[in-house]
């Protein structure tokens, strides 16, 4: 039998204070969080319980026993201006510094949208030396900065292309697979790509999917086959976080957290279990 690590990331419950993010892991058998959003804002670094608190929140984690999975941040590499991206390498280190301090591995940071105005060639030199210079802090800190697949690095295709290009230790993937599946790729075919780079997995659903927009539906009753990425993901010996992204900090008409978040548990390990017995049949 496989043993499943869940976890949820903060945009499902964007209103939450800190506390009330640990407490509903507790409640609904998570194991760790991802942190995105709190009390309706991102900048993590602006609130007390990320500063001036920061002692009282570690306090609450040993606690709780849940850990922090991800600092989930929107940085990215991709501005013409020099000074932009220093900007946002400063803000990369800062958020390393700060998973540092909350025991958290992995940092997320987004390859980011290459327009079709931009200078590609040089866009993608910015972010290989941005996300160089913020795995290099990175490492010094014992944290992981991950890329996911999003935006102009959706694909495997793609983001295999880019983190060989940066070739750091301290830089791996997040797999979002609905991302990667509404761009025309299979799962088999990302996987093939990735799958020795993924850290952890973004797991949604969703019905009404292109390249260029996409629904969000509670896990099962969307179009995504998530059982195929589950035996997929056992078959390269998979072992990180399934991290439920229910985005509903960018879409506040979806289902509250207190809905959300208990179905994605019975859910997915329905699914585990499921997956386990035909393994055993």
Request: proline letters at 4%; hydrophobic letters at 35%; one cysteine or more.
């Amino acid at each position: 039998m496989i043993t499943i690590k869940l976890a949820f990331s903060s945009l499902g419950c964007p209103e939450y204070s800190f506390r009330q993010i640990i407490d509903a892991a507790v409640q609904y058998g998570y194991q760790a969080v991802g942190v995105r959003m709190v009390e309706g804002t991102t900048d993590l670094l602006g609130l007390p319980d990320f500063s001036t608190r920061l002692s009282g929140t570690r306090e609450l984690l040993a606690e709780s026993g849940i850990g922090v999975l991800s600092v989930s941040t929107g940085i990215r590499f991709t501005s013409e201006l020099e000074s932009e991206r220093a900007a946002q390498l400063d803000q990369a280190r800062r958020h390393i510094d700060l998973a540092a301090e909350l025991g958290s591995p992995y940092v997320r940071i987004f390859g980011g949208p290459i327009e079709p105005e931009m200078d590609r060639k040089a866009t993608m030199a910015n972010i290989e030396h941005g996300f160089r210079l913020a795995a290099e802090h990175a490492r010094e800190r014992g944290v992981t900065v991950l890329l996911e697949t999003h935006d102009t690095f959706a694909t495997g295709r793609a983001s295999k292309e880019l983190i060989e290009r940066i070739n750091h230790r301290s830089v791996g993937l997040i797999w979002d697979i609905l991302h990667s599946y509404r761009c025309g790729e299979t799962f088999e075919q990302t996987l093939s790509a990735i799958g020795v780079h993924v850290r952890h997995v973004h797991l949604k659903d969703s019905s009404d999917f292109d390249e260029n927009r996409f629904d969000l539906k509670l896990c099962g009753e969307g179009r995504l086959p998530i059982p195929e990425a589950l035996r997929l993901l056992d078959s390269i010996g998979y072992d990180g976080y399934y991290e439920f992204e229910w985005e509903r900090g960018w879409h506040p008409q979806i289902e509250p957290p207190e809905v959300a978040l208990p179905h994605f548990v019975r859910y997915i390990t329905g699914l585990r279990q499921s997956l386990d017995e035909n393994d055993r049949s």
